[in-house]
């Protein structure tokens, strides 16, 4: 018998459709595959097994009856653990949410419901998705599943990791500065960041308000746009919510045709810094592009200089303001302090504070209070806003020439676990290439190239398109999936060490 | 405005801990104090950007003001409001203190 656990979400939705295998088989054989692996990769932060099952059952017993079903009802999916799930734990990979269940659904989560797609649990991430490892969840690491050493990227490393092992066809995700697509790239898997407002944030546990998005995490282009379209379109409880019809993104995955299609490499993503088998799998892809009719010119964005520096002051001033939610008055864990008598609200905030968030969370609020402090705002904040200006001047540039624009998505193959969690800076550095979608706003999709020479790790290649042109990133990203694929004789995951199965 | 202080003291970070309710310890005190002037150095180029007359984007998007119906939605029950609170008392949350005694 096939192994469900192999087939990419449409394959499993036809098989499903033409009731060759019932949800609950699939689901069953997604649970059994988490059993076998996940104490070793460590995916998942929280697994539903019962709430899984029994989504699965109903679904099957509705298609028996026959009902009509979305497309992708039955097929089991991973959310990562920063979306609001009513029942079922959100911890954003902190203490200061250990325990939590929340009272109410994410919109996407409401989405997915309906379409009666059964969730098999929650997935690890970098605590409030900070950081680019998923070394900073306060539950331990994800481990990658190409070698279990080295980091799955991040921040949702934990919905690329389970993905790439076959625990799940579909996971959710969500990219503040890159933790879709730089953990798609670092795992072999395809990760996509919409236009900001394509998906709904109602029910996201907030990060940066202004660069946060929801979107796929999957293991091919088709299975990426099909969550997307599920997931997208107007929410009125998101005031950011785009209220215009959503990109055609499921048809433009199956067009997949690049001819006369005009790219535009970006020129300050690549050379020096770059490792040299990402530029290689990289240069090897945009040749591939070229054969196939894609006319390929380099382009200049001058602002990217930039950019690093403008997301880290940004994202943090953000994360300072949102994060003053967790007062340990509401929702969360309450420290008292130690030796105080009756202490009062104030110290009971602080305390519970610095026992609940961990050490990147702590340094990025620092970062983001002192950003937005009186006599520093302008020239810190104030200047970062501005690059932002500069910035999506450069892209509107960009497209003016060309249709989209391609990058790598990470300037590194996945790097050992602990090789940069003492220096914060270098860690922040990985994110070069990710971070200028946020901060314009517009919509990014990163899929694999292929194996760096000399580690054998995953390379991942990124394309960007303007606001609301979501639909461009799938024509090319299928396209190019597809040219790798008769070039490889098959999926690039296919080529993944096989895991060590327990029991 | 004066120039930014190029660099940030131990004791700025102590002041910036007490402005965002973080109770750090002494050695976390000691390990941002080292650590932050190399990140807040890097960041610092944004100054260099761009002039006065370049506009703050705040937002990818326009942003406006979204109203709905003033009508009455299902909305969560008092009990599940307060479920995840860490203390609560006839339907409110628990708090401790917030004035000092004196």
Redesign the interface.
């Known amino acids: 018998m096939t192994d469900l656990t192999r087939l990419s979400a449409s394959e499993l939705a036809a098989k499903l459709a033409r009731k060759e295998v019932s949800s609950v088989e699939a689901t069953q054989a997604q649970l059994d595959r988490i059993a076998a692996v996940d104490g070793d990769i460590h995916a998942f932060l929280h697994v539903d097994a019962e709430g899984a099952l029994a989504t699965a059952a109903d679904i099957d017993s509705r298609r028996a009856a026959g009902e009509g079903l979305h497309g992708l009802a039955g097929v089991p999916i991973a959310v990562k653990d920063i979306v609001a799930t009513k029942g079922m734990p959100t911890t954003c990979g902190s203490k200061i949410l250990d325990g939590w269940i929340p009272p109410y659904d994410a919109t996407i989560t409401q989405r997915i419901k309906a379409a009666g797609l059964p969730i098999l649990g929650k997935t690890n991430m970098d605590e409030f998705a900070m950081g680019s490892s998923t070394e900073h969840s306060a539950y331990g690491p994800t481990r990658n599943p190409w070698d279990r050493d080295r980091i799955p990227g991040g921040s949702g490393g934990g919905s690329a990791a389970a993905v790439a092992a076959f625990e799940a066809a579909l996971a959710i995700g969500t990219d503040t500065g890159g933790s879709i697509r730089q953990p798609g790239a670092l795992t072999g898997t395809v990760g996509v960041k919409p236009t900001y407002g394509g998906i709904s944030r109602y029910g996201l546990v907030a990060l940066a308000s202004s660069l946060d998005q929801a979107g796929p995490v999957t293991r091919t282009v088709l299975d990426a746009a099909l969550l997307h379209e599920l997931m997208g379109g107007h929410d009125p409880m998101d005031s950011t919510s785009i209220d215009a019809p959503a990109p055609l993104v499921v048809s433009a995955a199956r067009r997949a045709d690049v001819k006369g299609l005009k790219i535009g490499i970006v020129k300050e993503l690549g050379g020096e810094g770059f490792q040299a088998g990402v530029s290689a799998r990289f240069n090897e892809a945009v040749e591939l592009l070229t054969s196939a009719g894609a006319q390929v010119v380099e382009v200049s964005l001058p602002s990217l200089e930039y950019a690093l520096a403008a997301y880290y002051l940004v994202m943090p001033s953000e994360a300072s303001s949102n994060l003053a939610r967790f007062d340990a008055m509401r929702y969360g864990v309450r420290v008292p302090p130690a030796g105080v008598d009756d202490p009062s609200a104030e110290q009971v905030m602080a305390s519970s504070r610095d026992a609940g968030f961990g050490d990147e969370v702590k340094r990025r609020i620092i970062v983001g209070t002192y950003a937005l402090s009186s006599g520093y705002y302008d020239a810190y904040y104030g200047s970062a806003q501005k690059v932002r200006t500069l910035l999506a001047r450069d892209f509107a540039a960009a497209f003016e020439q060309v249709d989209v624009l391609v990058s790598p998505t990470s300037p590194t193959t996945a790097w050992p676990l602990g090789a940069k969690l003492d220096d914060p800076l270098s860690m922040y550095l990985q994110d070069v290439a990710t971070i200028p979608a946020n901060l314009a706003g517009i919509p990014g999709l990163s899929l694999p190239v292929g194996l760096a020479d000399e580690d054998g790790l995953p390379v991942g290649l990124q394309f960007l398109a303007p606001q609301q042109a979501d639909d461009r990133l799938y024509n090319a990203g299928a396209a190019l999936e597809k040219l790798l694929e008769d070039k490889w004789g098959g999926p690039m995951l296919a080529q993944a060490p096989d895991l060590e199965v327990a029991r | ?4 202080a190029k660099g ?1 003291s131990r004791a ?2 102590s002041h ?10 002494e050695a ?1 005190l000691d390990h ?1 104090a080292a ?2 002037p ?3 150095e ?9 002039g006065d007359d ?8 326009p ?4 109203f ?1 119906e003033d009508v009455v939605v299902p909305c ?1 029950t008092p009990e ?2 307060l ?5 609560s008392e006839q339907q409110r ?1 628990l ?6 005694e004196d």
């Open positions: 405005m004066s120039e930014p940030i700025d970070v910036l801990a007490g402005l965002a309710r973080i109770d750090l310890s976390e941002f650590e932050l190399a990140i807040l890097h960041v610092a180029v944004v100054q260099q950007a761009a370049v506009e703050a984007m705040s937002h990818p998007v942003v406006n003001n979204v709905r969560l599940e409001a479920a995840g609170a860490p203390a949350f708090v401790p203190k917030i004035l000092g």
